[in-house]
């Protein structure tokens, strides 16, 4: 074989080696991008679907809220509200308690009760004294407010679910009975000689001081501290208002298919 004649074929060898290796890089990149885009694109898919799934509940318990308010406010009987779990988990815990305190009232006023959906990651939907909240762990926003009138009259509604032991999950769409089992002014002080005391336990505390706090910077009527044996106490000051009354509800929520 002549020089020229080697010097070709070596051209030519080196030429398929590149081709080869530029078929394998090649190769690598579009089976890596495909690999990364499925990877990554499923894993946001997921989380939209979770974060829409969250949202669906929440606009759930908008509808909730009102029907349980049209217990309290109309006295209807009972409602029932429609929840598609998708895969979360809706349960009754009777953990928070709502306290109110007042020389004028026979008695304290005790309620408590709320009704939770445990949804993507630490995300909670509750329904608690007639409010509703989006949860993120210790976090969140209060997304519809309880019925609380402030002014020369204070009206406050206290709202007390009752509840099944054992909590709901799955797939499934359940059905949200509530039935009112009580309804009365509990309290009406005409007199107002002395301060009302709201004693708050509850696993929104956090939100629960907000709410309240943002109340009091707009109505000198009330103010807040949180460094009682309560996780928060909202005082309301007698010489700021005339009469103190409040309408007290009780349900019981029960879930079925």
């Known amino acids: 074989m002549t020089g020229s004649n080697r010097a070709s074929a070596f051209a030519t060898a080196d030429r398929g080696v590149s081709e080869t290796v530029g078929f394998v890089l ?27 799934r969250d949202n669906n509940v929440e606009r759930a318990f908008d509808v909730l809220h009102d029907n349980l308010n049209d217990l309290s406010r109309d006295g209807v009987p009972s409602r029932a509200t429609e929840l598609r779990l998708g895969g979360g988990e809706l349960a009754f815990n ?6 109110l305190n007042g ?29 509703v909240f989006r949860m993120d762990g210790d976090n ?19 709202y007390g679910l009752g509840g099944p032991a054992e909590s709901v999950s799955g797939e499934r769409t359940v059905l949200v009975v509530g039935e009112r089992t009580e309804r009365e002014v509990a309290a009406d ?45 909202v005082t309301f000051d007698a010489d700021r208002y005339d009469r103190f009354v409040v309408h007290r509800t009780a349900a019981r929520v029960s879930f079925s298919d």
């Open 26 to 52: 090649v190769f690598a990149l579009i089976a890596t991008t495909i690999a990364v885009t499925f990877t990554v694109g499923l894993g946001g898919l997921e989380d939209a679907q979770l974060a829409e």
């Open 94 to 99: 009777d953990e928070s308690e709502f306290r």
């Open 103 to 131: 020389t004028g009232f026979e008695s304290q006023v005790i309620e408590g009760g709320s009704l939770t959906y445990r949804g993507a990651g630490d995300t909670r939907i509750v329904y608690e004294n007639g409010a």
């Open 140 to 158: 969140g926003v209060m997304i519809r407010e309880p019925d609380l009138l402030v002014g020369d009259t204070v009206v406050y509604s206290l």
């Open 189 to 233: 002080d005409r007199t107002a000689a002395e301060n009302v005391t709201l004693d708050i336990n509850s696993t929104q505390a956090v939100v629960w001081e907000r709410y309240y706090r943002d109340l009091a910077d707009e109505h000198e009527q009330l103010s807040v501290t949180t460094d009682g044996s309560a996780d928060l106490t």
